[in-house]
């Protein structure tokens, strides 16, 4: 008899956790079922644009780059395959959260004034295309060398390097323009096999907005086109950057400026908003 009794238990507590398990089985088939539905992952986007921050935090832009909020978000994505869900949009609005905090202590979103600084090798491609892939790897080793030191020593950031150049941002246009002026003293140490590079900087100071580690606007295309203007090696800054310099700064550094006179058979520089001004920071 308590053979029979103990299998009928056994036979209830079974049947119990089947029914357990459809429950949950069906429960989890419903929540993600809701999870991919169009109407409720709509919904979830409209409240993240009542959010503090960036309602579109979570594009390819916004999660590449350095960052803790970014690092997360990557995972995140990964984890949802990237697919739009409900839970990922609820995710990615905590983060969005957590960015806009990160960048109101200090991470800018356009509002701030940065000067940013591009720096390129003149004709560097054409000299590594003969030297070489050791002695082109050594050359932008010593160049790193004696540009990117400069750069912390005034307490810039490197957003990226492209080859034989970067670009790095400031908080102060004082500090960019000591970092270059130091760069480029440092360049003329270096050398591979009787090979001296020049090279030419761009400065311009403006608003331009920080996504994924990266500084985005119009205001980053024109320091590009204030280094396209520096031609065979010159330092040069627009007159926005010039217009924020401290009044001594030019004296204490020992440089003077002059206005940039485009050649007659240069080409126009684009994307350069008209009435702005170049200026060449002459050293010698």
């Not at 590079?197 to 403006?206: A, K």
């Amino acid at each position: 008899m308590s053979d029979a009794i103990a299998d009928s238990d056994q036979s209830v507590d079974e049947s119990s956790q089947r029914k357990a398990a459809n429950r949950a089985a069906r429960i989890s088939a419903k929540l993600h079922a809701a999870n991919r539905r169009a109407d409720i992952i709509g919904a979830v986007r409209k409240a993240r644009a009542q959010l503090p921050g960036d309602p579109a935090f979570g594009d390819p832009l916004s999660v590449s780059g350095p960052g803790g909020a970014r690092a997360v978000a990557r995972a995140a994505d990964k984890i949802s395959g990237g697919s739009p869900t409900a839970a990922r949009e609820i995710g990615f609005g905590a983060l969005q959260l957590w960015q806009h905090a990160l960048e109101r202590v200090g991470r800018g979103r356009g509002t701030e004034p940065v000067t940013i600084m591009f720096t390129d090798l003149v004709s560097f491609s054409s000299w590594s295309l003969s030297a070489g892939d050791e002695r082109t790897l050594a050359l932008l080793r010593q160049v790193a060398n004696a540009i990117e030191p400069p750069v912390a020593e005034q307490r810039g950031t490197v957003v990226k390097r492209m080859g034989d150049g970067l670009m790095a941002v400031f908080s102060s246009p004082d500090r960019a323009v000591a970092a270059a002026i130091a760069a480029r003293h440092n360049l003329a140490d270096v050398e591979i096999d009787g090979y001296r590079p020049r090279m030419r900087v761009g400065l311009h100071t403006g608003t331009p907005r920080e996504i994924g580690g990266d500084w985005l606007g119009v205001d980053v295309n024109i320091a590009a086109r204030m280094m396209e203007a520096g031609g065979k090696g010159k330092l040069m800054m627009s007159s926005a950057t010039a217009d924020a310099l401290r009044e001594n700064t030019l004296a204490d550094l020992g440089v003077t400026v002059k206005p940039y006179k485009k050649p007659p058979w240069a080409a126009p520089l684009s994307g350069v908003p008209e009435g702005t001004r170049i200026f060449e920071i002459v050293t010698d």
